[in-house]
């Protein structure tokens, strides 16, 4: 069967009321109309039943919106956790402090950064402590240079300490 609607508005004389019909022809296949149905609403019904489920769905929404907001602060907390550390741990260093590490076990690209972050530490902490040692000048040679090798040169030498019969002792270098 095949159907065919039809739509008309209709005021009623009793009250004022506006009414939809809306009428279903159901055809064979010879184009007879065995049966129709014709159906009567109210628009004040109608208005009623959308207002009903416009209700609804806020009701049902609101649960949906409070869990999307609770995952999305869980979610941002995840990755904005670890950068805050990094930025604190960054402060730090360049306070001067280069004792500072940033613990992680993740396994994504914020671990790679954190474990690269440590690496750069532990680099800094070595450059500091060599500064201990030398001049100024030497020690940029050797923290200039590419690939760590500043070309300066050096001899070994030996030190050798004698005593005396008095006591004294003496350093003797040789090479």
């Known amino acids: 069967?095949?159907?065919?609607?039809?739509?008309k508005q209709v005021v009623s004389p009793s009250n004022?009321?506006?009414?939809?019909?809306v009428v279903t022809t159901y055809r064979n296949e010879n184009q007879e109309a065995p049966f129709y149905v014709e159906y009567v609403f109210s628009f004040v019904s109608l208005k009623k039943r959308i207002l009903e489920t416009?209700?609804?769905?806020?009701?049902?929404?609101?649960?949906?919106?409070?869990?999307?907001?609770?995952?999305?602060?869980?979610?941002?907390?995840?990755?904005?956790?670890?950068?805050r550390r990094?930025?604190?741990?960054?402060?730090?260093?360049t306070g001067g402090n280069y004792d500072v590490t940033v613990d992680t076990d993740k396994k994504d690209e914020?671990?790679?950064?954190?474990?690269?972050?440590?690496a750069m530490t532990s680099e800094l902490r070595r450059k500091?402590?060599?500064k201990k040692f030398l001049t100024e000048n030497s020690y940029?040679?050797?923290v200039d240079a590419?690939?760590?090798?500043?070309?300066?040169?050096?001899?070994?030498v030996g030190i050798l300490y004698t005593s005396d019969a008095a006591g004294w002792r003496s350093r003797v270098e040789h090479g």
């Open 1 to 7: 069967l095949k159907t065919h609607d039809t739509y």
């Open 54 to 83: 416009q209700k609804q769905i806020v009701l049902d929404l609101i649960p949906s919106m409070i869990l999307g907001v609770i995952v999305a602060i869980l979610f941002a907390e995840l990755v904005v956790g670890p950068i």
């Open 110 to 118: 914020l671990g790679d950064l954190m474990r690269s972050f440590n």
């Open 128 to 130: 500091n402590e060599l």
């Open 86 to 93: 990094l930025v604190k741990a960054t402060v730090t260093i």
């Open 140 to 142: 940029r040679r050797i």
């Open 146 to 156: 590419p690939n760590g090798k500043s070309g300066s040169g050096g001899a070994r």
């Open 16 to 21: 004022g009321d506006s009414y939809i019909e």
